[in-house]
């Protein structure tokens, strides 16, 4: 009896232990074999008549409800026999996708954006689409085309759809409390303005201005960014005429940031303050202006249904004068093709379908993102959406090119800045400390390869004036 | 023993062997191999050799979460122990309702922790935190108090480490206190004792071997946790709560919203591998001090 019941247990193991093994090995035959079942599969999948599955991984929320539609409408209508499946992968994107690289089990179709686009390449994630890319398409796209945003080494590996205008958002009600006549365009109107709010406002804890810093760089991101850019700098502290970074430019507007918090002009506990708290106390009318996306237009019809008056307009800028462009961000990528995907060219069909001029034409008409291509842009209906108006693209607006992504060592500018908003010190001596880190980091990675970057001293963003609007 | 018989036994290890040896053993040699390396997460890996410990070294973001860490859990512990001690020995008396109140105290630890951040960032943040406008209708205070500034967020991280684990440890001491034979009490009030008396000559002692287990406890998971600060402040504002742990994630995992690092896969696990060395080191030290907690008189 006893033998038994030990030779079932050891029985059961094995079999879990081969089960594993043989799994392993139908993997391991999978993936050499790719190529073969690649042509096969379709082969298979036509002769019976099955619909070929596409598997389309997404992290972005707000547009849920019309990828679904749009997708349904896709597979309904396409002549292709290709069906679609979205899975809305929200949270941890990024190591979702590394896992299923990694499994052998990657979607057929991504959704790379700012932050993952460089590593899914150098990951060899995604199929470059120069050979699926018509003349058409190339014409259509070719004003969007960037270095480093959606173009590696001469090869195309997304195209873009939507982009974010950035601006300063402004509680009407409040500037007319205050008898403020018009926004800021200066940073000592800024100040001045946060201020007039602020000594009106308090006592109904109404304050001027505030930043969600608990994430000082992110911060940062979306509101000195586009002080600096439309007064003729970079925004993230790099300085294309001699490919180097140079954090000088940034003293003007983090003195006008401290005025604001040593005034009290700033919420109390800006420094713990998150970007959707901020927007609920914005909603609620207890800050008169912060800087941000456009994105803000969509969350104030849905996520907090703004209970005052308000707009949007060009950011200040250092002294009044606008010698640049304000950045169009995070617009270079949208959707790409998995280089494991054994349906490429369905995938692009499915692709044609979502770039097609009605797909993107449509999203934009519903707010759900300013398109970032120039005839979409121009062709399209104003967005139906409050508030927006202040956030369509004008000829203030540009693609930047894109800055190097450095591994500083010690504290980032962000938290350099913060620092010194808060608690004071020598901004000099800081922003020297920054150039020499900063610098520092980029040299390492340009010594080993890992970036490229070539100084372009006619670099001028004044030039990018009226890029984004259709010829 | 019988060949058979070994053979069984070792059958009924297997299954946790190998679950051992592909989540904890191999992540654990993973990352010691990555922390000779200069590696992204992408692309070719460089071997550097000591490179990330000697900018571990010279990392002053580094050590300063190695200090926030030995204030967080150092203030945490201090509280925590006492409180769920004295909780304890109140709810083992036979008084009314004492279940529903051990239920009521044990609650916030199977809340989760992202939940009770929230709810603590409800009650403390300035502009419209409810702690602030308590305190300003009571005339404490004229003006809102930042408790997630730099100031007071290392206080505030630390009030709500509290709250969430007073309720484990106070049912770890009932466990103990239960197992305390009733004989003593009864001899110790022939002798005249009152219940000062008892608890200090009769209580704490019988308790030794169970609360240096739970001190231990206490002092890992409060060295390595960081899941209420990432919600409350993600280690800020400028570093001030910025703990080990939270800056080896912040290191490894960065593609996140308002994430501000590059993953650096190699620095990340040298830096983990210093975190386990501290963490190994204050537990050690510990054990060797806390050796007479172990002897019952």
């Known amino acids: ?5 030990s030779m079932l247990l050891l029985a059961i193991i094995l079999l879990m232990v081969l089960s594993a093994c043989s799994s392993g090995n139908t993997n391991k035959q999978t993936n050499e074999s790719d190529s073969n079942s690649e042509r096969s599969g379709k082969n298979q999948q036509a002769s019976s008549g099955e619909k070929t599955k596409l598997v389309y991984w997404t992290f972005d929320r707000h547009d849920a409800d019309f990828i679904k539609e749009t997708v349904d409408r896709y597979n309904a209508s396409n002549e292709d026999n290709i069906h679609v499946e979205v899975k809305s992968m929200a949270e941890n994107y990024a190591q979702s996708v590394d896992i299923a690289f990694a499994s052998g089990q990657s979607p057929d179709i991504l959704r790379p954006n700012q932050d993952t686009m460089i590593p899914f390449m150098k990951k060899e994630y995604l199929e ?66 946060a201020k007039k709010i602020t000594d009106v406002g308090k ?16 911060a940062l991101d979306r509101s000195a960014r586009e002080i600096l850019q439309l007064s003729g700098y970079d925004g993230f502290g790099f300085d294309h005429k001699t490919a180097k970074f140079d954090f ?28 959707d708290p901020l927007r609920a106390q914005f909603a609620e009318g207890k800050i008169g202006m912060y800087l941000s996306y456009s994105a803000e237009a969509g969350v104030y019809s ?3 249904p703004a209970k005052i008056e308000w707009a949007a307009t060009l950011a200040p800028t250092i002294t009044g004068e606008i010698k640049g462009t304000s950045g169009f961000a995070n617009s270079g990528q949208w959707l790409a093709i998995s280089s494991q995907s054994k349906y490429k060219e369905e995938a692009w069909k499915f692709l044609s379908f979502m ?40 000829e203030y607006d540009a693609l930047w090119p894109v800055p190097p992504a450095v591994t500083v060592e010690g504290l980032n500018y962000g938290d350099v800045f913060l620092k010194y908003i808060l608690g004071g010190g020598d901004l000099d001596e800081a922003v020297s400390d920054l150039n020499q880190r900063y610098n520092s980091a980029l040299d390492k990675a340009t ?20 890029s984004m609007l259709a010829k | 023993m019988s060949k058979q018989k070994a053979l069984e036994n070792y059958s009924f290890i297997f299954p946790s062997f190998l679950l051992t040896m592909v989540l904890g053993i191999y992540p654990i040699l993973w990352a010691i191999h990555y922390m000779f390396y200069d590696y992204k997460g992408y692309g070719e890996k460089l071997f550097i050799g000591l490179s990330n410990f000697k900018r571990l070294w010279y990392d002053e973001l580094f050590w300063n979460s190695v200090w926030n860490t030995l204030i967080y859990a150092g203030g945490k512990i201090v509280i925590t122990i006492p409180i769920s001690l004295i909780l304890a020995v109140i709810l083992n008396r036979k008084i009314r309702g004492h279940n529903l109140l051990r239920a009521i105290y044990f609650m916030p630890t199977v809340i989760s922790t992202a939940v009770i951040s929230v709810v603590f960032f409800i009650i403390f943040n300035s502009y419209n935190g409810l702690l602030n406008q308590f305190l300003q209708k009571l005339g404490i205070i004229s003006s809102s108090v930042e408790w997630l500034g730099p100031k007071y967020a290392m206080l505030t991280v630390i009030i709500v480490a509290i709250w969430g684990a007073i309720g484990n440890y106070m049912l770890l001491f009932l466990a103990g206190l239960q197992s305390i034979p009733e004989d003593l009490y009864e001899s110790a009030s022939i002798d005249g004792a009152n219940a000062v008396h008892k608890f200090w000559y009769v209580t704490v002692p019988m308790l030794g071997p169970v609360m240096q287990m739970i001190i231990l406890l206490a002092i890992t998971i409060s060295l390595k946790g960081y899941e209420s600060i990432m919600v409350l402040t ?12 939270l800056y080896v994630y912040k290191l490894l995992f960065p593609v996140s919203t308002g994430s501000v690092y590059i993953q650096e896969i190699g620095y990340g696990s040298a830096v983990g591998f210093a975190t386990a060395i501290i963490v190994g080191l204050v537990t050690c030290v510990y054990f060797i001090l806390s050796k007479k907690m172990n002897k019952i008189y």
């Not at chain 1, 009896?1 to 019941?5: G, N």
């Not at chain 1, 006592?203 to 992110?218: E, H, I, R, V």
């Not at chain 2, 993600?234 to 742990?245: H, Q």
């Open chain 1, 203 to 218: 006592a109904d804890g109404q304050y001027g201005f505030a930043l969600n810093f608990k994430s000082p760089k992110s």
């Open chain 1, 355 to 394: 770039y097609s001029d009605e797909t993107l034409q449509a999203y934009h008409e519903k707010g759900l993102g300013l398109s970032a291509v120039p005839t979409i842009a121009s062709n399209a209906k104003a967005p139906e959406l409050t508030g927006v108006d202040g956030f369509l693209i004008s």
């Open chain 1, 128 to 193: 470059p689409l120069d050979s699926y890319l018509t003349d058409e398409m190339k014409q259509k796209f070719e004003a969007t085309f960037q270095d480093q945003v959606n173009q590696f080494d001469g090869k195309i590996y997304s195209l873009p759809n939507f982009g974010y205008t950035l601006r300063l958002v402004y509680n009407v009600e409040l500037f007319e409390k205050a008898g403020i006549e018009k926004p800021p365009a200066s940073l000592d109107e800024l100040v001045d303005a």
């Open chain 1, 302 to 304: 849905s996520q907090f």
């Open chain 2, 234 to 245: 993600e280690g800020g504002p400028i570093g001030k709560t910025d703990v080990m742990f």
């Open chain 1, 248 to 275: 000088t430019p940034y003293k003007e507007v983090i003195e006008a940031f401290k005025q604001m918090k040593d005034d009290g002009s700033m919420l109390p506990g800006v420094e713990s303050l998150d970007i």
């Open chain 1, 1 to 5: 009896m006893k033998r038994s019941h």
């Open chain 1, 447 to 466: 010594a080993s390869g890992e970036i490229k970057v070539t100084p372009d001293a006619s670099f001028d963003p004044i030039k990018l004036q009226g």
